[in-house]
């Protein structure tokens, strides 16, 4: 394998190691803010409610939007270990 390759393998792997660091970061901040209707307009019918410092939230969907940014930083922090991989144990 080529310097070229493993120095493309490296960069690949410090830009999927970024993009999971703001995923994850995006996945500890997100909330989704309390409402008695949802995204379409339609009445809930017992919302989850969440309280903490800056008032209430929707908890289930806060933690659908979390699963979803986990997913992310997941498959991002994936590519980052085999990119290292790839850099480490050069074919």
Same mark, same amino acid.
């Given at each position: /394998? ?14 999927? &190691? ?6 994850? =970061? #995006?996945?500890? =901040?997100? *909330?989704?803010?309390?409402?008695? *209707? ?6 809930? %019918? ?7 410092? *800056?008032? *209430?939230?929707?908890? %289930?969907? =806060?933690? #659908?939007? %979390? ?5 992310? &930083?997941?498959?991002?922090? &994936?590519? $980052?270990? /085999?990119? %290292? /991989?790839?850099? $480490?144990?050069?074919?």
């Amino acid at each position: /394998m080529s310097l070229v390759s493993l120095m493309n393998a490296s960069a690949l792997s410090c830009l999927f &190691a970024f993009l999971s660091a703001l995923a994850w =970061t #995006r996945s500890a =901040t997100v *909330r989704v803010p309390y409402s008695l *209707r949802d995204h379409e307009g339609e009445p809930v %019918q017992a919302p989850s409610l969440g309280l903490d410092e *800056r008032g *209430r939230f929707n908890a %289930q969907e =806060t933690m #659908r939007k %979390q699963a979803n940014w986990n997913r992310y &930083a997941a498959g991002f922090g &994936a590519a $980052t270990a /085999m990119c %290292q /991989m790839i850099v $480490t144990f050069p074919l």
